[in-house]
Nanobody, 119 residues
Framework: QVQLVESGGGLVQAGGSLRLSCAAS????????VGWYRQAPGKQRELVGT???????NYVDSVKGRFTISRDNAKNTAYLQMNSLKPEDTAVYYC?????????????WGQGTQVTVSS
């Protein structure tokens, strides 16, 4: 069985930075396309951004210029670097990834990690 394991959330002051990581628990399940999502209390889950297997990225307008998605294929890990954080970025952040194994792609969600930005 394989899981997506997230880490790096926490409490930070406005203007600060955090980096989230998303790794597959088994190295033989290779991370393909990755999406980072967030869900604030009382709101729907929203897509923050994506990165393809080739490294192309897209972001929602509200985080452009502040957040950066990257990947380290050798570590089979994706990252969400969040700078200039604002209180409205407070949410549970989830990674979602297609994992490639034995010729097949399957979609997985991470467990979520809390990001809290204080004003």
């Amino acid at each position: 069985q394989v899981q997506l394991v997230e880490s790096g959330g926490g409490l930070v002051q406005a203007g600060g930075s955090l980096r989230l990581s998303c790794a597959a628990s088994r190295s033989d399940f290779r991370i393909n396309t990755v999406g980072w999502y967030r869900q604030a209390p009382g709101k729907q889950r929203e897509l923050v951004g994506t990165i393809t297997s080739g490294g192309s990225t897209n972001y929602v307008d509200s985080v452009k210029g502040r957040f950066t998605i990257s990947r380290d294929n050798a570590k089979n890990t994706a990252y969400l670097q969040m700078n200039s954080l604002k209180p409205e970025d407070t949410a549970v952040y989830y990674c979602n990834a297609d994992l490639y194994y034995s010729g097949c792609l399957r979609n997985y969600w991470g467990q979520g990690t809390q990001v809290t930005v204080s004003s």
